[in-house]
C-alpha cells in the first residue's frame, strides 16, 4: 500500500520553465526525502526535511516540509535537461522504514 | 566507499522459474531493505533487516518470496515460482545515520523479466 501519493505523476516541460512537485500523505512522519532516479539507477537522496514548515534550497531546487509533516513540495527553477529523471518522496517511520511516493517523470526538452 | 553491490543485473526467466538476488551492503551498514519496483512507479517495501534480523516484513508475499541476511552482511531474496506480475526492478539499499536523519543508499538494481 502507497502510503503517499505524487502529482503530477508524469511532467514534460521545456527548458527554462518552472515546476512544483507534490508529495501528500495522511500520515505523519518523523522526516520526509525527495530522491531522484535515472534509468538504470538506483534512487539518490537529494535532501531531508525534518521540521514542520521547514524550507530547503539545493541550487534551483526548493524542498517545503508541510506544518503538519505530511506533505512536502519540490519546486524547480528554470529546469535543464539534466533534471530529467524520476522524483521520489519518502516519508520516514519510527522504525526506520521508508515509504515511498508513487512518483514524479519529469522530462525537461531542450 | 564502495556502494551496494546487487547481482545479477538482468535476469529473464520463465514463469514458475525460480531466481535469487543477492546484495552486498556498505560496510557498517546495519540496515538493509529490498524494493520492489515496477516501470515508473515508486519502490515498494518487501522486507527490512536490523543486522540479520527482521525488522518489516509485511508486505512480502511470503508464500513465494524469501530473503535472508546470515551473518547480517549479504543478503539474498528468492523467488520461487516465479509470477508473470514478478516482472520488475528488485533494489536493495542499505542505511546509515548522518545529522539525526537516516540516509538510504541504493544498488543499481537486478532488473527481472518474467516470460
Known amino acids: 500500500t502507497q502510503l503517499l501519493e505524487q502529482s503530477p505523476q508524469f511532467l514534460s516541460i521545456q527548458e527554462g520553465e518552472n515546476l512544483t512537485v507534490y508529495c501528500n500523505s495522511s500520515s505523519v512522519f518523523s522526516s520526509l526525502q525527495w530522491y531522484r532516479q535515472e534509468p538504470g539507477e538506483g534512487p539518490v537522496l537529494l535532501v531531508t526535511?525534518?521540521?514542520?514548515?521547514e524550507v530547503k534550497k539545493l541550487k534551483r531546487l526548493t524542498f517545503q516540509f508541510g506544518d503538519a509533516r505530511k506533505d512536502s513540495s519540490l519546486h524547480i527553477t528554470a529546469a535543464q535537461p539534466g533534471d530529467t529523471g524520476l522524483y521520489l518522496c519518502a516519508g520516514v517511520g519510527a522504525g526506520n522504514q521508508f515509504y515511498f511516493g508513487t512518483g514524479t517523470s519529469l522530462t525537461v526538452i531542450p | 566507499e564502495a556502494g551496494v553491490a546487487q547481482s545479477p543485473r538482468y535476469k529473464i526467466i520463465e514463469k514458475r522459474q525460480s531466481v535469487a538476488f543477492w546484495c552486498n551492503p556498505i560496510?557498517?551498514?546495519?540496515?538493509l531493505y529490498w524494493y520492489q519496483q515496477i516501470l515508473g512507479q515508486g519502490p515498494k517495501l518487501l522486507i527490512q533487516f536490523q543486522n540479520n534480523g527482521v525488522v518489516d516484513d509485511s508486505q512480502l508475499p511470503k508464500d513465494r518470496f524469501s530473503a535472508e541476511r546470515l551473518k547480517g552482511v549479504d543478503s539474498t531474496l528468492k523467488i520461487q515460482p516465479a509470477k508473470l506480475e514478478d516482472s520488475a526492478v528488485y533494489l536493495c539499499?542499505?542505511?546509515?545515520?548522518?545529522?539525526?536523519?537516516?540516509?538510504?543508499?541504493f544498488g543499481a538494481g537486478s532488473r527481472l523479466t518474467v516470460l
Open positions: 526535511v525534518v521540521t514542520g514548515g
Open positions: 560496510s557498517g551498514h546495519a540496515t
Open positions: 539499499a542499505s542505511s546509515f545515520t548522518s545529522s539525526g536523519a537516516n540516509v538510504l543508499t
